[in-house]
Every structure is written in structure tokens, then in C-alpha cells.
């Protein structure tokens, strides 16, 4: 299986900052990267799709890049909505992995 | 709009079998492929396995960890799909969440929709 690799694990930030995670695969993926957000007890949600482009309805802050083994998600102006635990995706193959999941803590 | 729900969920003993279902509404069923997915308490995302739609054969795919335990199944008419899980382990205790998967050209998806869970609890 390909492995993914977030970092950093949690990441403290406050209302307007930008900040950045990064995901790292085992194997070259191309740009088959997904990134989702999940709040506590609630569905994941989908935000961005071949590693840089935008789900519809999901705001402009944020933005992926990254192509092969290297992929970033940048999120802009954060808001309230956006402290929440974030997921890269692999689906290279079918046997989709996700990163370990970064926490988006208020500072 | 879109919507999955799961249903089905619950505490099973050890060795057994249980089957949950994700409806989906708002949306031409059949055209998607399906995935379950699936978070044990306090942890990360874990794919579980992804049926195709009809237009790409309607085949399977599973995880190592559930291979030749859990099925995953589809009935379009119903807009239902399935999991069956089998000789059931306290490590298969988690959330299990479907997922509608979205494709270019049959070979990669990423999943756009995702249902609210349902609760598997397996323990003696």
C-alpha cells in the first residue's frame, strides 16, 4: 500500500493566520490527492480534488499544490468553521489511503 | 442535494455477522461508485472497499484488513448499498461511513459525499 505522511500531527494557528500542511506519499501518486476536513462526530468533508482543484461550494481560501510525492494544502484568512482535523487522500490506487490527519487548533 | 445514510449499526458479539446499509437520495445511485470507509475511536480514516457502478462492471475492491471477511454489495433499485461483515473482530469496532465516489474515466475516484456514520461495536 502506499503510505501517507502529514505534518506537522497538530498545528496551532489564530483567527486570520494562513497556514499550511503538508502530505507526503511512499510512491509517486501523480496528482491523485484528495483533502478533507472532519469535525468531532461529524462526516468527513470533501475540499480539494487532484491535488489542487477546488470542490464546489467549499470556500477559495482554500488551495492545494503538489504533484508526485509532495502535496501541500494552504488555507487563508482562517476562519472559525476551519479548526477542525484534516485528512490527505491518496486514490492512486484502489487501496485509497489516507495521511494520519493534522489538528487545527485555535491558539 | 445529495444525501447517504447509514443505518444498521450496533454491538455484536465476537465472531459474528452483521450487515448495514447506506440509501442515498438526491442523486442517480446507480451511477456512482460506493465506498465504505470507516474510524475506530480516536483514530484516523481507514478505506474499507469500493464497489463500481454497472457502467464499469460493478466490481470490487477490499481492503487487506477485511478481505475475505467483508463484502460490500449494491441493489441500484433500492439506491441501497451494502456491507456485510463477517466473523466480526473487537479491532473492527469503529464509525463506518459510505462514501459516493466520483471518477475520470473509471480508474481513480475521490469521494465527494459522505454519510453521517453508523456505529459498530463488537465486543463480548
Known amino acids: 500500500d502506499i503510505q501517507m505522511t502529514q505534518s506537522p500531527s497538530t498545528l496551532s494557528a489564530s483567527i486570520g493566520d494562513t497556514v499550511t500542511i503538508t502530505c507526503r506519499a511512499s510512491q509517486s501518486i501523480s496528482n491523485w490527492l484528495a483533502w478533507y476536513h472532519q469535525k468531532p462526530g461529524k462526516a468527513p468533508k470533501l475540499l480539494i480534488y487532484e491535488a489542487s482543484s477546488l470542490q464546489s461550494g467549499v470556500p477559495s481560501r482554500f488551495s492545494g499544490s503538489g504533484s508526485g510525492t509532495e502535496f501541500t494544502l494552504t488555507i487563508s484568512s482562517l476562519q472559525p468553521d476551519d479548526f477542525a482535523t484534516y485528512y490527505c487522500q491518496q486514490y492512486a490506487d484502489f487501496s485509497v489511503t489516507f495521511g494520519q490527519g493534522t489538528k487545527l487548533e485555535i491558539k | 442535494e445529495v444525501q447517504l445514510v447509514e443505518s444498521g449499526g450496533g454491538l455484536v458479539q465476537p465472531g459474528r455477522s452483521l450487515r448495514i446499509s447506506c440509501t442515498g437520495s438526491?442523486?442517480?445511485?446507480?451511477?456512482?461508485?460506493m465506498s465504505w470507509f470507516r474510524q475506530a475511536p480516536g483514530k484516523g480514516l481507514e478505506w474499507v472497499n469500493f464497489?463500481?457502478?454497472?457502467?464499469?462492471?460493478?466490481?470490487?475492491e477490499h481492503a487487506a484488513s477485511v478481505k475475505g471477511r467483508f463484502t460490500i454489495s449494491r441493489d441500484d433499485s433500492k439506491n441501497i448499498a451494502y456491507l456485510q461483515m463477517n466473523s466480526l473482530k473487537t479491532e473492527d469496532t469503529a464509525i463506518y461511513f459510505c462514501g459516493r465516489g466520483v471518477t475520470v474515466r473509471g480508474s481513480k475516484y475521490w469521494f465527494d459525499s459522505w454519510g453521517q456514520g453508523t456505529p459498530v461495536s463488537v465486543s463480548s
Open positions: 438526491g442523486f442517480n445511485f446507480g451511477d456512482y461508485g
Open positions: 464497489i463500481r457502478s454497472k457502467l464499469y462492471g460493478g466490481a470490487t
